[in-house]
């Protein structure tokens, strides 16, 4: 079992936080504090009201130790990648003795992961919340994590650029895997997302997957594109409108019916649990931001017009090298971060979690000819490659030369495995 990092007692525990009362100062009780509400509940929890009433101190202590909550949170941030940095020196030489060879590579991928959104919860949310506030401190945290990722592959004998889309890979992947729902199904489906990315990525040997992100796709009641009717899409970009104002909390049937203008009946027909209206709220994301595209004059081409190879590749580069993620990403990534966090929205984190690649699908089997699970586990694969790009290289000194770089290197090792199983028709899994 990985090790238990710092900080690893539950979140938001505040007999953590007491507990260091005997030796530490108000200061530090403070960001005790602080690290635990926002672990627990995001940043919207860490109110100054409530970081003082944790900590046992007056809410003015807060800005006569830090000068106000801003820079408190920061220090939460600054903390977190010291914290994670003695965390890898804890459990890196777990992975030591795994052998040095591509597979060896994918099987620290899956370690790290389980260990990270396992032992290491209480960081992983933190983390989250610094990339997603956009906090300075979370480019230091994702350079920690690419440096990792490249030693670790070139220790195996694997190059730098290896290392990089196991990065990109677990960037993505520690946001996602924080999920709940079914950790059976969930660590299988990711274990063969991880051998598919071995054998694509870093020339592993083929392992026939088990379609378990099929059945996880399946089970959680994921939809694929295009397959939502038009009043049902109505409803669905009411709710992706209502969760941008008010947040996941404000997600209600009688919400969502006032602002598509229909009645509440009509918004239970389509969508009859808390579940289906985030779920729906996820395609009317995607659904507008696909518009918004196709209205823009420099925007990519719409799914539809994706008919070859170059076009497709054209159309990612731009989506995936632009200056600022793409507010779809964005949006599904806070979604998540909220669902997680409730028990009762486990399967809307999980509908979340596997929604990734379905509007890559269809290009994918138009273009390839790819069917069955083996287009399933691409568009998958890929679409959680594509997305993690600008995350991954927020780090680096010059950004935007890394998201090329990067979807360079990744583009071209697709591409050559895409051909090549056209080749030899292998474009269902069960081909092999």
Same mark, same amino acid.
């Given at each position: 079992?990985?090790?238990?990092?710092?900080?690893?007692?539950?979140?938001?525990?505040?007999?953590?936080?007491?507990?260091?009362?005997?030796?530490?100062?108000?200061?530090?009780?403070?960001?005790?504090?602080?690290?635990?509400?926002?672990?627990?509940?995001? #940043?919207?929890?860490?109110?100054?009201?409530?970081?003082?009433?944790?900590?046992?101190a007056? $809410?003015?202590? #807060?800005?006569?130790?830090?000068?106000?909550?801003?820079r408190?949170?920061?220090?939460?941030?600054?903390?977190?990648?010291?914290?994670?940095?003695?965390?890898?020196?804890?459990?890196?030489?777990?992975?030591a003795?795994?052998?040095?060879?591509?597979?060896?590579?994918?099987?620290?991928?899956?370690?790290?992961l389980?260990?990270?959104?396992?032992?290491?919860?209480?960081?992983?949310? &933190?983390?989250?919340?610094?990339?997603?506030?956009?906090?300075?401190?979370?480019?230091?945290?994702?350079?920690?994590?690419?440096?990792?990722?490249?030693?670790?592959?070139? %220790?195996?004998?694997?190059?730098?650029?290896?290392?990089?889309?196991?990065?990109?890979?677990?960037?993505?992947?520690?946001?996602?895997?924080?999920?709940?729902?079914?950790?059976?199904?969930?660590?299988?489906?990711?274990?063969?997302?991880?051998?598919?990315?071995?054998?694509?990525?870093?020339?592993?040997?083929?392992?026939?997957?088990?379609?378990?992100?099929?059945?996880?796709?399946? &089970?959680?009641?994921?939809?694929?594109?295009?397959?939502?009717?038009?009043?049902?899409?109505?409803?669905?970009? $009411?709710?992706?409108?209502?969760?941008?104002d008010?947040?996941?909390?404000?997600?209600?049937?009688?919400?969502?019916?006032?602002?598509?203008?229909?009645?509440?009946?009509?918004?239970?027909?389509?969508?009859?649990?808390?579940?289906?209206?985030?779920?729906?709220?996820?395609?009317?994301?995607?659904?507008?931001m696909?518009?918004?595209?196709?209205?823009?004059?420099?925007?990519?081409?719409?799914?539809?017009?994706?008919?070859?190879?170059?076009?497709?590749?054209?159309?990612?580069?731009?989506?995936?090298?632009?200056?600022?993620?793409?507010?779809?990403?964005?949006?599904?990534?806070?979604?998540?971060l909220?669902?997680?966090?409730?028990?009762?929205?486990?399967?809307?984190?999980a509908?979340?979690?596997?929604?990734?690649?379905?509007?890559?699908?269809?290009?994918?089997?138009?273009?390839?000819?790819?069917?069955?699970?083996?287009?399933?586990?691409?568009?998958?694969?890929? %679409?959680?490659?594509?997305?993690?790009i600008?995350?991954?290289?927020?780090?680096?000194?010059?950004?935007?030369?890394?998201?090329?770089?990067?979807?360079?290197?990744?583009?071209?090792?697709?591409?050559?495995?895409?051909?090549?199983?056209?080749?030899?028709?292998?474009?269902?899994?069960?081909?092999?």
């Amino acid at each position: 079992m990985p090790s238990r990092p710092p900080h690893s007692s539950p979140a938001g525990s505040s007999t953590s936080v007491r507990a260091l009362e005997p030796q530490d100062n108000t200061r530090t009780r403070l960001i005790a504090a602080a690290a635990a509400l926002v672990a627990e509940g995001g #940043i919207a929890a860490a109110s100054a009201r409530a970081i003082a009433a944790l900590a046992g101190a007056s $809410a003015s202590a #807060i800005n006569y130790n830090f000068g106000n909550i801003e820079r408190l949170l920061l220090t939460v941030f600054e903390q977190g990648v010291d914290d994670t940095r003695t965390w890898l020196k804890t459990v890196a030489p777990q992975i030591a003795p795994l052998p040095h060879t591509p597979d060896g590579g994918a099987w620290a991928l899956r370690h790290m992961l389980a260990a990270w959104t396992s032992d290491g919860r209480r960081l992983a949310l &933190t983390y989250q919340e610094a990339i997603t506030a956009g906090a300075a401190p979370a480019a230091a945290w994702t350079r920690l994590w690419r440096d990792f990722w490249i030693d670790t592959t070139q %220790a195996f004998g694997l190059t730098a650029m290896d290392g990089r889309v196991l990065h990109a890979f677990f960037e993505h992947e520690a946001l996602y895997n924080l999920s709940a729902w079914s950790p059976a199904l969930e660590s299988a489906a990711l274990a063969d997302m991880v051998d598919h990315l071995a054998n694509v990525w870093l020339k592993a040997p083929h392992r026939p997957s088990r379609d378990a992100i099929v059945l996880a796709e399946r &089970t959680a009641g994921t939809r694929p594109y295009g397959s939502v009717p038009p009043a049902a899409m109505r409803i669905a970009k $009411a709710a992706a409108e209502v969760v941008e104002d008010k947040g996941l909390a404000g997600l209600t049937h009688r919400a969502v019916a006032t602002r598509a203008g229909v009645t509440t009946g009509s918004v239970t027909h389509h969508f009859r649990s808390i579940e289906d209206l985030v779920a729906g709220a996820i395609r009317g994301q995607v659904q507008a931001m696909t518009e918004e595209a196709i209205e823009r004059s420099n925007g990519p081409p719409p799914i539809d017009d994706l008919l070859t190879a170059d076009i497709l590749i054209a159309a990612l580069r731009q989506h995936v090298t632009a200056d600022t993620p793409s507010p779809a990403v964005i949006r599904r990534r806070r979604l998540f971060l909220a669902a997680v966090r409730r028990e009762e929205l486990a399967l809307a984190g999980a509908v979340i979690r596997f929604s990734y690649g379905g509007t890559l699908r269809d290009s994918l089997g138009r273009i390839y000819g790819f069917s069955g699970g083996a287009l399933v586990l691409q568009a998958g694969v890929l %679409a959680r490659l594509m997305a993690s790009i600008w995350f991954a290289c927020a780090g680096d000194e010059d950004p935007a030369a890394a998201r090329l770089a990067l979807f360079t290197g990744i583009e071209a090792r697709f591409s050559a495995q895409a051909g090549a199983a056209c080749n030899l028709g292998h474009t269902d899994v069960s081909d092999g």
